[in-house]
């Protein structure tokens, strides 16, 4: 009997390590049929920017090269989608199937719905990305917790997040892991174009290198908040990160509420940036509009998307002089820690350079820090 490998995915977008994890795979294990399972999103879950035929349609574009078998089975049912539920299914019409995951989800493979009867339906392929440790240590602790069987496929793949590739869609930019045929789809029918005015008018409104450092900012928080699941929706997240420095470079006061202590300060642009955003951006949402107020001077007892704006524009790629980029390896192990670390070197620098520092800052420091001010 034919051996087939399943493999399923959310494919908003497909990327070039999806294609390339599968090739591994059906090379390593010799097999040549190839089943593609996108998975099913719920309307009323905002994880998805695209419907499921329009990800079909890219799915079939960007693995086109291996000839796949795109299984709609999640559509017809359109609930109920568990692993546990689908495999079964999939086996009974594609006989003997493996089904292969990134080795970040065996990581979390204990925490599915009904794990054993996942691993009692077939083998599952586990690609382990490159910087994915532990996966032998974690398959051994599997099979004696649940079972099943384990197959490695030895695959040194880049590190592409589909989430960050979403982003840079949004951003208006063409990712070099979105294949050209998946690209041409995108542009015809005018995927991911949600965000193309917000992003054209912040242009307007900042130079070059600031609207540079905005688009780093949205691609290192979300990709945070999907490495680290740190659970915030991803409009949220994507609308704070953009806006948050649209009114740095504007700082005309226009009548604006904004606390008088900042008013000639650095930390001014943060006031007048969430009262801008409202006025030039319609955003309405206090948490998406407190997280671009706070994210200079920190405040004490922050939400997380608070937190999260204010370490990914600390630790945005294009800050590339020290410390930051050690500060980045820490909060990509340990977000909480790269976010105190990150605070805790904004203070200790705007000590050493005898800098004032604003009352909000000196509250998040005895809040989440302590000790000596
Ligand atoms: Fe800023
Ligand atoms: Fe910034």
Redesign the pocket.
């Known amino acids: 009997m034919t051996r087939t490998l399943v493999f399923g995915g959310a494919f908003d977008p497909p990327h070039s390590q999806h294609v390339e994890m599968c090739k591994a795979a059906m090379a390593q294990l010799g097999i040549s049929r190839l089943v593609i399972v996108p998975t099913y999103l719920p309307p009323h879950k905002r994880a998805g920017y695209l419907d499921f035929s329009a990800r079909v349609r890219l799915v079939k574009a960007a693995f086109k090269g291996l000839d796949p078998i795109v299984d709609e089975i999640e559509n017809e049912r359109g609930g109920d989608n568990y692993s546990c539920r689908i495999l079964p299914i999939l086996k009974r019409k594609y006989g003997d199937i493996v089904y292969l995951i990134g080795g970040d989800s065996l990581m979390y493979l204990d925490s599915w719905y009904k794990p054993e009867e996942v691993v009692a339906t077939c083998p599952i392929a586990v690609a382990a990305r490159s910087g994915y440790g532990g996966i032998a240590d974690k398959i051994e602790a599997l099979k004696g917790s649940l079972g099943g069987e384990y197959i490695p496929i030895d695959f040194v793949g880049k590190d592409v997040s589909s989430s960050v590739l979403r982003a840079e869609l949004l951003l208006c930019e063409s990712p070099a892991d979105i294949a050209y045929d998946v690209m041409e789809i995108i542009r015809r029918e005018g995927m991911f174009t949600r965000y193309a005015d917000m992003v054209d008018k912040l242009r307007g409104f900042e130079t070059e290198e600031?609207f540079e450092?905005?688009k780093a900012?949205v691609k290192r928080a979300v990709d945070f908040n999907s490495k680290h699941h740190l659970g915030q929706d991803f409009d949220r997240v994507f609308t704070a990160a953009l806006l948050?420095?649209n009114a740095?470079q504007r700082r005309s006061l226009d009548g604006l509420d904004v606390p008088e202590d900042a008013v000639g300060t650095p930390v001014l642009h943060q006031f007048l940036g969430a009262a801008k955003a409202a006025r030039d951006f319609g955003i309405s949402d206090d948490g998406v509009l407190d997280a671009i107020r706070y994210?200079?001077t920190a405040k004490a007892d922050m939400t997380m998307l608070e937190k999260l704006i204010y370490t990914a524009?600390?630790l945005?790629d294009d800050r590339t002089y020290d410390p930051i980029p050690a500060l980045r390896r820490i909060a990509e192990k340990d977000f909480e820690e790269g976010f105190r670390a990150t605070l805790a070197h904004t203070v200790d620098k705007l000590k050493a350079n005898g800098r004032p520092i604003y009352p909000l800052t000196l509250d998040a420091y005895d809040f989440y820090i302590g000790g000596q001010k």
């Open positions: 600031l450092h905005s900012v948050h420095d740095k994210h200079t524009d600390s945005s």
